[in-house]
């Protein structure tokens, strides 16, 4: 099983000092333990302040932990070798700002040993893929924080690092860049690299996660594969008409749990699960109406977040 592992983290816990004259230590996390396999794109979920960051700054060694441990690709953390192997972004990159985007992301090849004409070529392919165009050319100053989280991307990805750490990737980018972003992901899933990433946009997780850890005030409360977690089994139907005559309304209305004018003629309407949706759909169709879509409904993973969140703010 070992051998199937990117990431092991064992009983991680992290306690900070709080306070001037009598400092008490503030647990941030709380012997959090779970796997990552290789090849996987996995999602560390959780609210502000959840200890997401405080997790992969422990795996990045830019601070200790107070107890347990954790291995990545089979060693510590801190070995040489895995640094070797592992890109990072962090969820505020901050980088030489008189630079400009090429001459930064040749900077980080050239720390890997990709110099000149190989480092630049690097470079150049690595901002092409983030979207970064001629505007690689500015200082870094005169970017905008969107345009700063795709260098920071880019340079997590100079040394095309079989393991992957992403803080927050989707912060301060615009629809077009969070696409990208994501389309960026499931690249490097496809060529075997394994992706952890940590956010609190609960709709990139579910976009493209295969397993997820949620994570509520450095406790871990929930960790496993999508559909293991959320409720899968469909709790009704929502289905959605147009040219509804007023007297076919009133027939359907009792099957139907709900209905919803979206405009004129046009209908939401909310069915049991055990409701043949087909056939309702059918004799609606056969009425004059027009079938504009049929959707189950079910628990989204922000439903079983919220609940778990408010579990651990309980007390439960």
Same mark, same amino acid.
């Given at each position: 099983?070992?051998?199937?592992?990117? $990431?092991? /983290?064992?009983?991680?816990?992290?306690?900070?000092?709080?306070?001037?004259?009598?400092?008490?230590?503030?647990?941030?996390?709380?012997?959090?333990?779970?796997?990552? %396999?290789?090849?996987?794109?996995?999602?560390?979920? #959780?609210? *502000?302040?959840?200890?997401?960051?405080?997790?992969?700054?422990?795996?990045?060694?830019? $601070?200790?932990?107070?107890?347990?441990?954790?291995?990545?690709?089979?060693?510590?953390?801190?070995?040489?070798?895995?640094?070797?192997? $592992?890109?990072?972004?962090?969820?505020?990159?901050?980088?030489?700002?008189?630079?400009?985007?090429?001459?930064?992301?040749?900077?980080?090849?050239?720390?890997?040993?990709?110099?000149?004409?190989? #480092?630049?070529?690097?470079?150049?392919?690595?901002?092409?893929? &983030?979207?970064?165009?001629?505007?690689?050319?500015?200082?870094?100053?005169?970017?905008?924080?969107?345009?700063?989280?795709?260098?920071?991307?880019?340079?997590?990805? &100079?040394?095309?690092?079989?393991?992957?750490?992403?803080?927050?990737?989707?912060?301060?980018?615009?629809?077009?860049?969070?696409?990208?972003?994501?389309?960026?992901?499931?690249?490097?899933?496809?060529?075997?690299?394994?992706?952890?990433?940590?956010?609190?946009?609960?709709?990139?997780?579910?976009?493209?996660?295969?397993?997820?850890?949620?994570?509520?005030?450095?406790?871990?409360?929930?960790?496993?594969?999508?559909?293991?977690?959320?409720?899968?089994? &469909?709790?009704?139907?929502?289905?959605?008409?147009? *040219?509804?005559?007023?007297?076919?309304?009133?027939?359907?209305?009792?099957?139907?749990?709900?209905?919803?004018? /979206?405009?004129?003629?046009?209908?939401?309407? %909310?069915?049991?699960?055990?409701?043949?949706?087909?056939?309702?759909?059918?004799?609606?169709?056969?009425?004059?109406?027009?079938? &504009?879509?049929? *959707?189950?409904?079910?628990?989204?993973? %922000?439903?079983?977040?919220?609940?778990?969140?408010?579990?651990?703010?309980?007390?439960?």
């Amino acid at each position: 099983m070992a051998g199937t592992l990117a $990431i092991r /983290i064992d009983e991680l816990t992290k306690d900070y000092p709080v306070g001037f004259w009598r400092p008490r230590p503030r647990r941030a996390l709380d012997h959090v333990t779970l796997q990552v %396999e290789r090849g996987e794109v996995f999602g560390f979920l #959780g609210p *502000n302040g959840a200890g997401k960051t405080t997790t992969l700054k422990l795996l990045m060694q830019l $601070i200790y932990p107070t107890s347990g441990h954790a291995v990545i690709l089979g060693r510590p953390v801190g070995d040489v070798t895995v640094r070797r192997s $592992i890109g990072y972004l962090p969820e505020n990159p901050s980088f030489y700002d008189h630079l400009t985007a090429e001459e930064l992301l040749s900077y980080f090849a050239a720390l890997f040993g990709l110099r000149g004409a190989e #480092g630049r070529a690097r470079a150049s392919s690595l901002l092409d893929q &983030v979207g970064i165009g001629a505007e690689r050319r500015l200082q870094l100053r005169k970017f905008s924080k969107g345009m700063l989280q795709r260098v920071g991307l880019a340079q997590a990805l &100079v040394n095309a690092p079989e393991v992957i750490f992403l803080d927050e990737p989707m912060s301060g980018l615009d629809p077009l860049g969070r696409r990208q972003v994501r389309s960026l992901i499931l690249e490097l899933r496809d060529r075997g690299c394994t992706v952890f990433f940590s956010s609190h946009i609960l709709a990139d997780a579910e976009a493209l996660c295969s397993r997820v850890a949620v994570l509520a005030r450095g406790r871990l409360v929930a960790d496993g594969r999508l559909t293991e977690m959320l409720a899968f089994e &469909v709790r009704g139907w929502e289905l959605v008409v147009a *040219n509804l005559r007023p007297e076919v309304l009133e027939r359907v209305r009792g099957v139907a749990r709900g209905a919803t004018e /979206i405009s004129h003629g046009r209908y939401s309407l %909310e069915l049991p699960p055990d409701s043949h949706p087909e056939r309702v759909a059918a004799d609606l169709v056969a009425s004059g109406a027009a079938l &504009v879509a049929l *959707n189950p409904i079910r628990d989204t993973l %922000e439903d079983f977040f919220v609940r778990q969140v408010g579990t651990v703010g309980s007390g439960q």
